[in-house]
């Protein structure tokens, strides 16, 4: 009898290929295989090895194996057939998402060799002269004892100079070779003792010896949840078991991973965007191979694939970036929690401000709440106080009692964060005599002032342009920015503090490779400076000098048509007023508002999360919407707002279940965005399996049906953003 097989292939088509299996074959699901695919061949992965025949069909026969092996082990293949189904993405993208891209492309699953550095058997032990540095990367390359990456060297903190400086002594030399699984290092640092209310919080996290369980560590900012992770991993984790601890980005937080590495040393491998094609192969084969190694990863380390997975952290399991915003919109938390279910082990989510998801999942004993309410060390939550700027005076959109409060602080020998949440100079140009403001030509949304580059630039669709100094439209020179950005706060501070640094953290100021590093390093110091920046500075960041935050403007979120704005607000504000008092000195927290008597400013500067959260979840239920139904959004694009809403409207016809709720078609908050304009659909069900067969029939038909070639389509399930 003829054997077949079913295979998935990387392109965004929602079927699988049926392949005959010739009889010197064995495969197995996850496989890579060769296959003629039309007059090519093509990298395929088997789904099913033993299916049944397609009648009548003459199948063609599977080339050959790309290793014996399956690519993706049981449970990697599990997670994202579940996924796929879950987030309506073709089943062959998800997969091929889990390899490395050198196995994408059909590359051999081998490692490539790698710049090796060892020190020359019966060099001296000294250094002549005084370079300090060359002596202590000697140092420690002799205590490597295998031979080290070049990036392995950087992570030491060494550079390039001095193991140049080193070769030309004659001392080292460079190899080309694997680098090996690496015998544990004896200088490891020993774990500091948990405070009390710590050690009550660390044990009432389920063990891994109870297979399968969700715990919600609630924990405030500065309470120490990363040191609860290091000690659950270093008290549960077994010798030969791996473990996974995503983070919201690894570029913006280099001090956790070289937390993790002081006391894991090289068992500890990292996983990101930055990394380079051969280093991701590596990585992912020293997983597959089952090296036990603790990564630290972004998003789409969830998908790696782990054979002995012991344990799962969610750091800052709030942050809207475990949400991939294009393509498989997947969450990498919520499909951490699935892949711990998968590997029968524990998942820690963590957070001081957790999502109205995971709180609910908690109150519906889907999760254990753990709460950790004290900060560690002898650190106190920071003092928060709301200033109505509603006619105070601005300067670079900080009022004199913030610059009073700032000025205080440095004198005090201490640092202040300044966050606005917008960069640039000024989110618009605008005329005074006219009125005329600068919008972007693709998009419905006016050019940023950036003025470090003279440039107007569009942060939607990068369209750009030279700054003007007079009205475009009727020429005058009454031509000003409006707003504030974060250059425009850098300035005026820089020129009322001119002793004391001033520094700038946004996507702008970081975009250098290092340069966060540095960054980091010189608030490190402790000495006096400004910190002005967005978002970035509400991340997870550890600077015990910072004992002033200052908010230029909170109330973004107050009024916003989004139904999450609230809780994103509240969980940015929290949290960057956590970066306040973590060290010895107390902090306070200043927040700028045009709304100082709006109960929602009122409870949150009390500081508290939980009871305004539990007030958010209340509301939450009243309207019917996440978490309490399932929602999924369709979105369009084309060239004209009437080819989107008429390809929504059709789409709309066909949920006609009565269980269903569908709103729209409506144009998007941003109608037009790199001239395309866009819609959507909104729909709503409290039933998520009846939600996912409903979508998963509307995307069946939609593909089957020749749309407009310019126009395109997508499915969101759980969105993030619904404007
Ligand atoms: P979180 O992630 O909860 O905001 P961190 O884990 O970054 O908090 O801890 C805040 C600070 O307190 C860090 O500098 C950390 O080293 C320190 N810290 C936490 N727990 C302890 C402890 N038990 N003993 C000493 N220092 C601690
Ligand atoms: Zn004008
Ligand atoms: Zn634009």
Redesign the pocket.
Same mark, same amino acid.
């Given at each position: 009898m003829t054997r077949s097989a079913r295979i998935a292939l990387a392109r965004p088509i929602r079927r699988l290929f049926d392949y005959q299996v010739p009889d010197h074959l064995d495969i197995l699901p996850g496989q890579r295989v060769r296959i003629p695919f039309g007059r090519q061949t093509a990298t395929g992965l088997v789904v099913t090895a033993d299916a049944i025949p397609p009648e009548n069909i003459a199948l063609k026969p599977i080339s050959s194996t790309l290793e014996s092996w399956p690519a993706l082990p049981d449970e990697t293949l599990r997670l994202l057939t579940w996924a796929a189904t879950y987030y309506q993405h073709p089943l062959g993208e998800c997969l091929f998402m889990a390899l490395p891209p050198a196995l994408r492309r059909g590359q051999a699953a081998e490692r490539r060799q790698q710049v090796l550095w060892q020190v020359i058997p019966g060099a001296p032990q000294n250094l002549s002269g005084n370079a300090r540095r060359q002596q202590e990367l000697l140092d420690w390359l002799r205590q490597q004892s295998v031979p080290c990456t070049t990036r392995e060297v950087a992570a030491a903190g060494f550079n390039r100079t001095q193991l140049k400086g080193l070769r030309e002594k004659g001392l080292v030399h460079e190899t080309a070779g694997t680098p090996g699984p690496r015998p544990p290092e004896e200088s490891l640092q020993d774990l500091?003792?948990?405070?009390a209310a710590?050690s009550a919080a660390f044990n009432s996290l389920p063990g891994p010896a109870a297979g399968f369980s969700a715990a919600l560590l609630y &924990?405030? *900012?500065?309470? &120490?949840? *990363?040191?609860?992770y290091l000690h659950y991993l270093n008290r549960h984790l077994a010798p030969d078991s791996q473990a996974l601890v995503l983070v919201p980005e690894i570029n913006l937080t280099p001090q956790t991973v070289a937390?993790f590495r002081r006391y894991f040393g090289s068992r500890i491998a990292v996983w990101h965007s930055s990394l380079n094609d051969s280093e991701r192969l590596d990585t992912w084969l020293r997983i597959r191979e089952g090296e036990p190694v603790i990564v630290i990863g972004t998003r789409s380390a969830v998908m790696l694939p782990f054979i002995t997975l012991g344990t799962i952290v969610v750091?800052e399991e709030h942050d809207s970036s475990y949400k991939q915003g294009e393509g498989f919109r997947y969450s990498g938390r919520d499909l951490a929690v699935y892949r711990a279910s998968l590997n029968r082990c524990p998942v820690i989510l963590?957070s001081?401000t957790p999502s109205l998801e995971s709180l609910h999942n908690a109150r519906i004993g889907k999760y254990r709440l753990v709460r950790?309410e004290e900060?560690?060390?002898h650190?106190r939550l920071p003092e928060i106080r709301l200033l109505d700027i509603r006619s105070r005076p601005l300067e670079g959109g900080l009022s004199a009692p913030a610059i009073q409060a700032i000025r205080e602080c440095l004198e005090g020998g201490n640092q202040a964060l300044v966050f606005v949440n917008r960069r640039g100079y000024a989110p618009v140009m605008m005329c005074f005599d006219c009125g005329h403001m600068v919008e972007c030509p693709h998009c419905d949304t006016r050019l940023a002032y950036h003025r470090r580059d003279r440039a107007m630039r569009c942060h939607h669709c990068n369209f750009q342009m030279a700054a003007k100094d007079h009205c475009p439209k009727c020429q005058s020179e009454a031509f000003k920015p409006v707003g504030q950005g974060t250059e425009r706060t850098e300035d005026v501070l820089a020129t009322g503090f001119p002793d004391i640094p001033v520094i700038r953290v946004d996507r702008d100021s970081t975009q250098r490779k290092g340069s966060i590093q540095a960054i980091i390093r010189e608030v490190g110091t402790g000495a006096p400076c400004i910190l002005v920046g967005t978002q970035m500075l509400a991340k997870?960041h550890?600077f015990?000098g910072v004992t002033l935050v200052v908010v230029v403007n909170a109330d973004g979120g107050l009024f916003s048509v989004d139904f999450r704005a609230p809780e994103q607000m509240l969980q940015t504000l929290l949290q960057v007023s956590?970066r306040a008092g973590?060290?010895t000195a107390s902090g306070r927290v200043l927040i700028q508002t045009c709304h100082s008597d709006h109960p929602f400013m009122q409870t949150l500067s009390e500081g508290k999360y939980l009871p305004l959260a539990e007030q958010l979840l209340e509301e939450r239920t009243s309207g019917n919407f996440p978490p309490f139904r399932a929602m999924a959004l369709v979105r369009a694009e084309a060239l004209t707002m009437a080819g989107s809403l008429a390809f929504l409207d059709s789409a709309k016809a066909q949920l006609t279940d009565p269980a269903l709720e569908v709103w729209g078609p409506l144009p998007s908050v941003m109608a037009r965005r790199a001239d395309r304009h866009r819609a959507q659909l909104v729909v709503l069900s409290s039933s998520r399996k009846q939600l996912s067969q409903t979508l998963a029939r509307l995307c069946q038909s939609l593909d089957e049906k020749r749309q407009t070639p310019t126009l395109r389509w997508q499915i969101d399930v759980d969105p993030l953003e619904t404007s």
């Open positions: 500091p003792e948990l405070s710590q &924990g405030i *900012t500065g309470s &120490g949840k *990363t040191e609860i937390r750091d963590g001081a950790l900060r560690a060390g650190a997870g550890d015990p956590g973590r060290g």
